[in-house]
């Protein structure tokens, strides 16, 4: 069974542009999360979906945008990159509605930075 | 809000040493716990997780915790590790944010380095 996949694994972008990045969860997984990580803040919580709906969304402001599709692919975007953004952006995935008993798979990240 | 604090930033073992990582949340009511593990160049994976009953919970590659409810806490062990369990090691809590969907909140980490 494939893992999480995302793409692509390494971007560089540069301030002010926008940027998205792709997840795909595992083949039956329904609930998608996206996780920022840095050296400075560690693991963040952005947003999470399930069934193209976002259910919840962490503290990050108004740039941070996603969006699920009816295979449940996800898709997170950035515009009016900040330096800040810099980071590993993290997917991960779970099988039913998230609850505080899934487990989540993660995929491998995606590097952004921004110059 | 829940959060999760691991006492350890930086912890440096020879092969065959005992390890012990802290792990602190704050109470939320119900509480679900995780470890994850991060080798070099490697994605985060699971090492093992506390939903409730037996508060000493064995995940993979001999690992275990503890979950001390009156403390607060939720300790990884290992009582002899390996030069491949070098990698950063990460605790989380899962929580509900909004009375709809949940997170995982996690702590900052703590990387590991084992010597041969």
């Known amino acids: 069974k494939a893992g999480v996949t995302q793409t692509p694994r390494y971007l560089i972008k540069t301030r002010g542009q926008q940027v998205t990045l792709s997840c795909s969860p595992i083949?039956?997984?329904?609930?998608v999360s996206w996780y920022q990580q840095t050296p400075g803040q560690g693991l963040q919580f952005l947003f999470e979906?399930?069934?193209?709906?976002?259910?919840n969304k962490g503290n990050f402001p108004g740039r941070f945008s996603g969006r699920q599709f009816s295979n449940s692919r996800s898709e997170m975007n950035v515009s009016t990159l900040e330096l800040g953004d810099s980071a590993l952006y993290l997917c991960?995935?779970?099988?039913?509605?998230?609850?505080?008993?899934?487990?989540?798979?993660f995929g491998p990240g995606t590097r952004l930075t921004v110059t | 809000a829940q959060s999760v604090s691991q006492h350890n930033h930086h912890v440096i073992l020879s092969e065959a040493a005992s390890l012990e990582l802290g792990c602190n949340y704050s109470?939320?009511?119900?509480?679900?716990l995780f470890w994850y593990v991060q080798y070099p160049g490697q994605h985060l994976q699971l090492l093992l997780k506390?939903?409730?009953?037996?508060?000493l919970v064995k995940g993979i590659k001999g690992f275990e915790a503890e979950f001390i409810k009156s403390k607060f806490s939720f300790n990884l062990r290992k009582p002899s590790v390996q030069w491949s369990d070098t990698a950063e090691y990460f605790c989380?809590?899962?929580?509900?944010?909004?009375?709809?969907?949940?997170?995982?909140?996690f702590g900052k980490g703590t990387t590991l380095s084992v010597s041969s």
């Open positions: 991960a995935s779970s099988r039913k509605e998230s609850n505080l008993w899934n487990e989540q798979y």
């Open positions: 109470y939320g009511g119900t509480v679900n």
């Open positions: 979906y399930f069934s193209e709906t976002q259910r």
């Open positions: 083949s039956g997984h329904r609930s």
């Open positions: 989380a809590v899962a929580t509900t944010i909004n009375q709809a969907g949940t997170a995982l909140i």
């Open positions: 506390y939903f409730s009953g037996d508060p």
